[in-house]
C-alpha cells in the first residue's frame, strides 16, 4: 500500500473539497472491495462512510458472512460435509 493508502485509512471528517476520480458511498465489505480494487486501478479513489469502516458488516446482515449459506458459522463445516 502506498502513502495515500495508509492516510485515506484514518478516520476523519471530509471539511474541504477533495478531489477524486469516484467516490465510493459506504464503507462496508462492498464499498471497501470496490474503492481498493478501483485505487489498484489507478484511480483516485474517495470513500464516504457516516459511521465507522466496517460498521454493521456483520451484525446488521444477521452476521452471516458466508456465500448465502444460512447458518451460523458454527453450523457451516457439517452442512458441507467438509472434513474440518
Known amino acids: 500500500m502506498g502513502s495515500d493508502c ?3 485509512a484514518r478516520n ?8 477524486a476520480d469516484i467516490v465510493v458511498i459506504g ?4 464499498g471497501l472491495s470496490a474503492a ?3 485505487a489498484e486501478g489507478g484511480a483516485r479513489v474517495a470513500l464516504l ?3 465507522e469502516i466496517g460498521f454493521g458488516g456483520s451484525g446488521r446482515n444477521v452476521g ?13 463445516p457439517d452442512a458441507l ?4
Open 27 to 30: 464503507g462496508g465489505y462492498t
Open 36 to 38: 481498493l480494487h478501483l
Open 6 to 8: 495508509a492516510t485515506s
Open 12 to 19: 476523519r471528517s471530509l471539511t474541504a473539497e477533495t478531489a
Open 64 to 76: 452471516l458472512v458466508n456465500a448465502g449459506m444460512w447458518l451460523m458459522p458454527d453450523a457451516l
Open 81 to 84: 460435509r467438509a472434513p474440518f
Open 49 to 51: 462512510e457516516a459511521s
